[in-house]
């Protein structure tokens, strides 16, 4: 399966038990306001990429074996996760928006009436807890699953790093500019172990796959990852508002520091420095666009990102050749390249 299969068989299953624990939360509220924006939660997890879950599928695909409903169950488990992680990153990021759908803290926000308090607070408050009840839904369905130890605590490590990747992250966004080491290793928790390589490595134990093949998809998955981040950064700088279909800039408004930004600052003059912290981490209008990304360009950062992600790209197809993987797992691996190659 591709991709897109993939996704069409997982929702399905995704969605038979979401809908059960969403319901059995309303009941255990019993109220119409708690209830709404439970409700809401269904809405917001439609449209998601599926690239955690289809890179566990991945890793079970190498061991030759049949789908079973333990696995599609961790799968859930994981995606589930993913859905928590990003209600808490749109509290971090006062964020009243997710692929075009409020977020659930917007929802809140928007739809909901208290008559004392801080309503932000309120809202963010009860979106931090609707990520806490998937949370306890995720491990209903690893704890359904019958998951083996190693499994579980694959997991957990995903969770510690992702975690500590987010810290690094909101520290980044409201410190001095940092070491490029640190930026990397935000990028490699946040992204590249969290999206790919771990879920490899749940894959691959649940499919019981070799160590050495193991420790090939884990490398790759880092790689890809890396890549796929870069990528982002690369495409909020530079990339069509109507293909991305979202505003672009938005790292610069947040404050956010990312490789490229880390490039510019290292070698622009002192006057371009200047022009660029006018706009970091403000909240200026789209007209003010060309003349970062002009910044960008005669530093040179925007022709060295791109020339290092042809770069990545190339290197990546060529461990995916060598890695003697099976036919079915070097395809899906690609569907996964070229969907990124695609973006650009």
């Given at each position: 399966m591709n991709l897109q299969q993939f996704s069409q068989e997982f929702d399905k299953r995704f969605f038979v038990f979401?809908?059960?624990k969403i319901k059995s939360y309303k009941m255990l509220a019993k109220d119409k306001d708690i209830e709404a924006f439970i409700e809401h939660v269904d809405l917001y997890l439609q449209g998601g990429k599926r690239l955690r879950p289809y890179s566990i599928y991945?890793?079970?695909?190498?061991?030759?074996?049949?789908?079973?409903?333990?696995h599609w169950l961790v799968m859930i488990a994981v995606e589930l996760i993913h859905a928590l992680a990003l209600i808490h990153d749109d509290v971090i990021d006062k964020a009243?928006?997710?692929r075009d759908v409020p977020s659930i803290n917007g929802f809140i926000e928007k739809n909901q009436?208290?008559?004392r308090g801080d309503k932000t607070h309120y809202s963010n408050s009860q979106a931090i807890l609707?990520?806490?009840l998937l949370y306890a839904a995720a491990f209903q369905a690893l704890s359904e699953s019958k998951a083996s130890q190693d499994v579980f605590s694959e997991i957990i490590q995903l969770l510690d790093e992702v975690i500590?990747?987010?810290?690094?992250?909101?520290?980044l966004a409201s410190y001095?500019?940092?070491?490029?080491?640190?930026?990397?290793?935000k990028t490699k928790y946040k992204t590249a172990l969290y999206t790919f390589s771990r879920p490899f490595q749940i894959g691959c134990l649940l499919g019981k796959v070799s160590e050495d093949t193991q420790k090939k998809m884990f490398s790759i998955g880092e790689q890809i990852g890396i890549l796929f981040q870069v990528q982002d950064d690369y495409l909020d700088m530079f990339g069509s508002e109507q293909i991305l279909k979202k505003e672009i800039m938005n790292d610069i408004r947040e404050g956010q520091q990312t490789l490229l930004t880390d490039h510019f600052l290292k070698h622009a003059t002192e006057d371009q420095k200047?022009?660029?912290m006018k706009f970091y981490g403000t909240s200026f209008s789209s007209k003010h666009n060309k003349v970062l990304q002009a910044l960008f360009e005669e530093t040179g950062t925007k022709m060295f990102t791109y020339k290092e992600m042809e770069k990545s790209f190339k290197k990546i197809r060529k461990s995916i050749e060598i890695g003697n993987f099976s036919k079915k797992t070097t395809e899906a691996f690609l569907d996964v390249l070229n969907r990124l190659e695609a973006r650009m």
């Amino acid at each position: 399966m591709n991709l897109q299969q993939f996704s069409q068989e997982f929702d399905k299953r995704f969605f038979v038990f979401t809908h059960k624990k969403i319901k059995s939360y309303k009941m255990l509220a019993k109220d119409k306001d708690i209830e709404a924006f439970i409700e809401h939660v269904d809405l917001y997890l439609q449209g998601g990429k599926r690239l955690r879950p289809y890179s566990i599928y991945i890793g079970i695909l190498e061991s030759g074996k049949k789908l079973q409903d333990s696995h599609w169950l961790v799968m859930i488990a994981v995606e589930l996760i993913h859905a928590l992680a990003l209600i808490h990153d749109d509290v971090i990021d006062k964020a009243l928006t997710r692929r075009d759908v409020p977020s659930i803290n917007g929802f809140i926000e928007k739809n909901q009436k208290i008559v004392r308090g801080d309503k932000t607070h309120y809202s963010n408050s009860q979106a931090i807890l609707v990520g806490d009840l998937l949370y306890a839904a995720a491990f209903q369905a690893l704890s359904e699953s019958k998951a083996s130890q190693d499994v579980f605590s694959e997991i957990i490590q995903l969770l510690d790093e992702v975690i500590v990747g987010q810290m690094i992250d909101v520290k980044l966004a409201s410190y001095p500019q940092a070491d490029t080491k640190l930026i990397t290793r935000k990028t490699k928790y946040k992204t590249a172990l969290y999206t790919f390589s771990r879920p490899f490595q749940i894959g691959c134990l649940l499919g019981k796959v070799s160590e050495d093949t193991q420790k090939k998809m884990f490398s790759i998955g880092e790689q890809i990852g890396i890549l796929f981040q870069v990528q982002d950064d690369y495409l909020d700088m530079f990339g069509s508002e109507q293909i991305l279909k979202k505003e672009i800039m938005n790292d610069i408004r947040e404050g956010q520091q990312t490789l490229l930004t880390d490039h510019f600052l290292k070698h622009a003059t002192e006057d371009q420095k200047n022009i660029f912290m006018k706009f970091y981490g403000t909240s200026f209008s789209s007209k003010h666009n060309k003349v970062l990304q002009a910044l960008f360009e005669e530093t040179g950062t925007k022709m060295f990102t791109y020339k290092e992600m042809e770069k990545s790209f190339k290197k990546i197809r060529k461990s995916i050749e060598i890695g003697n993987f099976s036919k079915k797992t070097t395809e899906a691996f690609l569907d996964v390249l070229n969907r990124l190659e695609a973006r650009m």
